[in-house]
């Protein structure tokens, strides 16, 4: 199965983006919780347009990462923007979200809570997102009715609802059936072709980290920093198995030792 879309890998300011400043930019980031040092010395800067990929080992500080740049957490040493806005102070409010669990609304539908951050209702863009999450049908049931991996849909369906600029992902495959996460991975690169948002998405898995990324950034653990950043130099539309991604995933494995 490969990507769909053909797309010029050169980054591109998406609407309204201020094109001086990067979409993402972590300097000298640590973030402790007491004595557990999540993230140190983290640089990071993504360009917007750019879809990059993080991966590390369990408790690296990836959904860490996440939490600071979407402003909850706000106790940390170091810089993070977004589009040259302190996260601190408002970032922007063009980011779309998707948490590693759900937190689906439960009392409303699947359409009411990917519909929850549109300012009106949208019924059509709505029900295109829950078909193309794979959800047709399910567009009048309740979260307790949904399995775990089609609850993951849905919040991605709710994070891409808006059509943010800046999109951050925790492991949103990570409940999803081989074949499906592969149908989900292409729905997010048709989606990143279309509307060309800044992506930075976090993962444990090396081969999706190396099908979606332009980068791969590797995260050691104790503490989590990075270990090393990988381009993908490898043309989009991709094949899974094409052979310029098998050193890339070879990197990514040696440069987390394993
Ligand atoms: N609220 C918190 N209070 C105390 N420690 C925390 C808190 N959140 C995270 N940590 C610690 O910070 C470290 C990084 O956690 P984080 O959840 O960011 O890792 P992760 O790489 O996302 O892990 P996983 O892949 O398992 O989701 C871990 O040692 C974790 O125990």
Redesign the pocket.
């Known amino acids: 199965m490969s990507s769909t879309g053909d797309r010029d890998l050169e980054p591109r300011g998406g609407d309204g983006a201020d094109s001086d400043q990067p979409a993402l930019e972590v300097s000298a980031l640590r ?1 402790a ?2 004595d ?4 140190s010395d983290v640089d990071l800067t993504v360009d917007h347009g750019e879809f990059v990929t993080v991966v ?12 600071v740049l979407t402003g909850l957490e706000e106790r940390f040493e170091g810089r993070a923007e977004i589009d040259g806005s302190d996260v601190r102070e408002g970032g922007s409010d063009d980011v779309g979200m998707v948490f ?1 669990e759900p937190r689906l609304l439960p009392w409303a539908t699947v359409r009411e809570n990917v519909a929850v951050g549109l300012d009106g209702p949208d019924d059509g863009r709505v029900d295109d997102l829950v078909s193309q999450v794979g959800l047709e049908g399910f567009g009048d049931t309740r979260p307790d009715e949904l399995s775990g991996g089609m609850a993951q849909r849905v919040s991605l369906a709710r994070g891409l609802a808006y059509e943010p600029e800046l999109l951050l992902l ?2 949103p495959f990570s409940a999803l059936d081989a074949l499906t996460k592969y149908e989900q991975q292409d729905f997010l690169l048709e989606v990143w072709n279309r509307l060309e948002p800044t992506v930075l998405l ?1 993962t ?1 898995d090396v081969e999706e980290a190396a099908y979606l990324g332009d980068r791969v950034v590797v ?1 050691g ?4 920093t990075v270990e090393r950043v990988i381009d993908v130099a490898v043309d989009r539309p991709r094949e899974r198995t094409a052979d310029g991604l098998v050193p890339v995933r070879e990197s990514i494995t040696d440069a987390l030792g394993v």
Do not use: I, M, N, W
């Not at 557990?36 to 993230?39: D, E, K, P, R, Y």
């Not at 590390?56 to 939490?67: E, M, Y």
């Open positions: 973030k919780y007491g557990t040092v999540a993230l590390g080992p369990s408790g690296c500080g990836k959904s860490t990462l996440l939490r590693q925790d492991e976090v444990h995260l653990d104790q503490p989590g």
